[in-house]
């Protein structure tokens, strides 16, 4: 008979303390997909709690808006009769502008909001405003499910090169979106006004986007000056999102290209998702450097 083998004692003493949630930042996010799930339904269930329509008003909505473009702006008080279905070029600059809007907004107001779960469970923080991007990105859904069926109507049909330049201006919107998220959210813990900053950033957004107006515009009134309007990463996901849809229903696609689009826009959009992913490693560093600080603060 072997008698069982005893392991010395460790000494604890020397092993230094950190918090349980240190070092886990968005990989930690990805480690705990299950809870991750949880917050997205809540906050989903949350919106359409106690509606008789519920999940149905994701669907009115958009198509609710588009209406009011196509038939109002474009219709009846005839705005920029020099843009072909001025209603299809702004509702496709709409739905991503409205990704970035929802995700920065929510995503900044996420920590604070759930003060009571950060405080309670350890957890890697980061995902809250992760969550905030994915209840956005759900919503991108129906708006872009009505603005398909509104292109289809005018003898749209998506080609590869379409496709690619949707999924670069999602793309590129989800991760500057995050981004902002991230970096606005740890600091809106020690500083309340960037919650309000936030919200007057966001009516500046549409201003500063070929939406409203052609780039065409931009061009002809700047010239060579306007690729520094291209600096802009949210412009270029506009004018991907144009290409991919708006273009396709026009007379002409390639005359549309060549007189409101700049040139290589899916060079320009793969530059931008490059920079945002940089621009996200930046956020989830100085996010870690804040994040101990975060539950004392709350």
Sequence with gaps: MTLPVIEPERDLGDVPLAPPTAGNGLLGVLERRYLLRLLVRREISARYQGSFLGLLWSYVNPLTQFLIYWGLMSGLLQLHKQVQNFGIHIFAGMVVVHFFIETFGAGTRSIVRNRSIVKKMAMPREMFPVATMLVSLYHVVPQVIVLTIACLFYGWWPTPIDLVAFILAVLLIGILGLASALMFSAA??????????????????????????????VQERFGEAAQFYLLNPLAVAVLLMQRAFWVGTTPDPAHTMATDLPDHIMVLGVAMVAFSVVLLLVSQLIFSRLENKIPERL
Excluded: E
């Design 188 to 217: 809106n813990v020690f500083f309340r006004d960037f919650g309000n900053v936030v919200t007057v950033l966001n009516h500046l957004v549409r201003f500063g986007v070929p939406m409203i107006y052609p780039f065409a515009i």
